[in-house]
């Protein structure tokens, strides 16, 4: 087999493999080679899916501080300390939920699927 490259020819034929009687030009079964990497592509799919769940985890438990961080250093409570105590309650009822709600979303994406 000859295969055309800009300015010179290369002869390809050592690296034909013919398919009847011939064998496989890597060794083994083929099907078994296929197979292989099947399950290896199978495991690095997995591997990156984990990766993928752990980062949305931790990015997500990452907004729930700093949004809640944020919102407690953006108010200016001011009064007595019993004031300045429940302002600080009333926030926490409005701020807790949402940060739950991205906890609880965190921690599914911390747990692995079976």
Known sequence: MIVAEPTRFVRLDRYACPVEGGGFPFGGDPEDLLRGLREFAEQQAETVQEAQREQFATLTLNTAVELTSAALEGMDVQGSPDEQAIALRDAMRVLFPEAVAL????????????
């Not at 906890?103 to 079976?114: I, P, Q």
Request: glycine share 8%; aromatic share 8%; net charge positive.
């Open 103 to 114: 906890v609880s979303a965190a921690r599914k994406g911390f747990m692995r699927e079976t």
